[in-house]
């Protein structure tokens, strides 16, 4: 599985960006895809993430603001950020969860894509 993320950009607070978040190779074994976020100085921390089966978690800081979602005929998840805030500067990642069949045994893995930046501007 690979995964390409895209979309980011300035934008002035307020305003709204939609991430992308597209996967290659075998994305039938993806269970879920997740949003991180790490702004400079700062750890990376969970923002959003999606099921296969469409079931979404976000956390309180982008409640009401974000919204994920995915369309499976194009194996992309999307980030929709609404009412931005300088706060939500950061370097945006998309990563993907599943299982994988290796030597017989079925593996969880985790996979990154690269990430994309996003600048909130006063």
């Known amino acids: 599985v690979q995964l390409q993320a895209s979309g980011g950009g300035l934008v002035q607070a307020g305003g709204s960006l939609r991430l992308s978040c597209t996967a290659s190779?075998?994305?039938?074994?993806?269970?879920?895809i997740e949003w991180y976020r790490q702004a400079p100085g700062d750890e990376r921390k969970l923002v959003t993430t999606i099921t296969k089966s469409g079931t979404t978690t976000y956390a309180d800081s982008v409640k009401g603001r974000f919204t994920i979602s995915r369309d499976n005929a194009k194996n992309t998840v999307y980030l929709q950020m609404n009412s931005l805030k300088r706060e939500d500067t950061a370097v945006y990642y998309c990563?993907?969860?599943?299982?994988?069949?290796?030597?017989?045994?079925?593996?969880?893995?985790?996979?990154w894509g690269q990430g994309t930046l996003v600048t909130v501007s006063s």
């Open positions: 190779g075998r994305v039938s074994s993806i269970n879920t």
């Open positions: 990563a993907a969860e599943g299982l994988a069949l290796v030597h017989g045994n079925w593996e969880a893995y985790r996979l």
